[in-house]
């Protein structure tokens, strides 16, 4: 059975749902967030000498609309011209066929593993930088929010498209990241140039409530194509995640382990133990093949300082381990704090990177080959974030 007949039987099955939910008068909503950014970055000479550096950060608007079941939801950035200027982070229809029911429509995330959030700090977990936290694909996805289970389950036909050229590459103006061409000589000429396509993406949790704490166990997996763009020719990635998530009174813990695998049908003498994906306007490479593991934990204390009313404690930490033995695993941890003050929310991160592309002097080979001998490296960041 090809995508058409999934997708054919996806839309037959949801518009046979019961639609009982309705909203009687139209509501629109404009939101949205200003952020600055402060960081010091210990392998940056520049940085050492003066201190760090303090500026923009992002500016976004966040559009939300509901009528008679009908909901739009929007997320526009602009970021510096530096990280892809201006892009879309997600932007979907909705309708909601009940309480618990509802179907998105356009650039909505894909349903794999803890969501929305796989970590409490800024950074997110490592598994961000490998695609599989926080991403936003073009498709159609069907949502149940029920007491005791909670399940999604999607058909997206592609990563957010710019160019609809019959042989275009993925822009770099992006939020998620996701499979795209990388230029890893540095002559100008691209490599490794996927995209992927026609992905089915589902998740599966289960809850236990009681008055003490809420507890919740998941399975999420996805599988789909990878359109290379100079065989012109499909092949294949999947990826697999089990998760876990507690809350119990101040605390909250986040677990998972996730496995993922990326066979592109590439040309002949190109490599295929590494693919490039790219976000905030510019790619790198990364392992083919690898097994994250990530757990965090975090503890609120309410608080009456003036206009501050909460600080959240937390610890996220991060290990890819690469499946070539001769490539060298990843690391991440950040240890910080977020406090909360009215609609100001600051987050205080000591993150630590090993053959991290964002927290070391390597960011293209990082997530792939790696270095031997790469170290420990620290960005202390705090980014203030104002959001109405």
């Known amino acids: 059975m090809n995508y058409k ?20 008068k139209p509501e629109i909503h404009f939101g949205g967030a200003l952020r600055f950014n402060y960081n010091y970055s210990d392998w940056k000479e520049g940085h050492k000498k003066r201190g760090g550096d303090f500026g923009y950060d992002m500016f976004s608007l966040r559009p939300t609309a509901s009528y008679k079941g009908l909901g739009l939801n929007v997320d526009l950035r602009i ?7 201006i892009m879309l982070k997600q932007g979907w229809f909705d309708y909601d066929f ?22 409490h700090n800024w950074f997110f977990s490592i598994n961000f930088y490998l695609g599989l936290e926080d991403d936003h694909d073009m498709g159609i996805k069907y949502i149940h929010n029920g007491e005791e289970w909670e ?12 160019s609809f050229g019959s042989n275009s590459d993925l822009s770099n103006s992006r939020y998620a990241y ?14 490794y140039r996927n995209k992927e396509v026609n992905q089915l ?31 012109e020719n499909i092949g294949s990635h999947y990826a697999v995640a089990v998760h876990y998530e507690l809350d119990r009174g101040p605390w909250n813990l986040k677990a998972q382990v996730s496995h993922y695998q990326k066979s592109p049908n590439a040309p002949e003498g190109e490599r295929t133990d590494v693919f490039g994906m790219t976000a905030f306007g510019a790619a790198y490479l990364v392992a083919s093949q690898a097994t ?18 909460s600080l959240q404690f937390y ?22 704090c977020l406090v909360t003050a009215g609609l100001l929310y600051t987050y205080f991160d000591a993150a630590l990177g090993k053959n991290q592309p964002w927290l070391g002097p390597n960011y293209n080979t990082a997530l792939a080959y790696g270095d031997s001998d790469a170290d420990w490296h620290l960005r202390f960041n705090i980014n203030f974030g104002f959001y109405f």
């Open 5 to 24: 007949n999934y997708l054919l039987l996806f839309l037959l099955f949801f518009f046979s749902l019961p639609q009982s939910y309705a909203q009687d």
């Open 79 to 85: 970021y510096s011209d530096a990280f892809g200027g």
């Open 151 to 162: 399940y999604s389950f999607a058909f997206f036909k592609n990563a957010e498209e710019l």
């Open 178 to 191: 996701d499979v795209a061409s990388m230029d890893e000589s540095g002559d100008g000429q691209l490599e």
């Open 315 to 336: 610890n996220d930490f991060g290990y890819v381990d690469k499946t070539k033995e001769t490539f060298f695993d990843s690391y991440q941890n950040v240890t910080g």
């Open 98 to 119: 009940s309480e618990q029911n509802q179907i998105q429509l356009g650039l909505t995330q894909v349903p794999f593993g803890i969501t929305p959030y796989n970590s």
């Open 292 to 309: 994250s593991y990530t757990v965090g934990l975090s503890y609120t204390q309410p608080v009456e300082w003036g206009p501050v009313s």
């Open 201 to 231: 993406a589902g998740s599966v949790l289960k809850k236990f409530i009681n008055d003490k704490a809420s507890h919740r166990f998941g399975i999420s997996g996805l599988f789909g194509g990878l359109y290379n763009l100079d065989t």
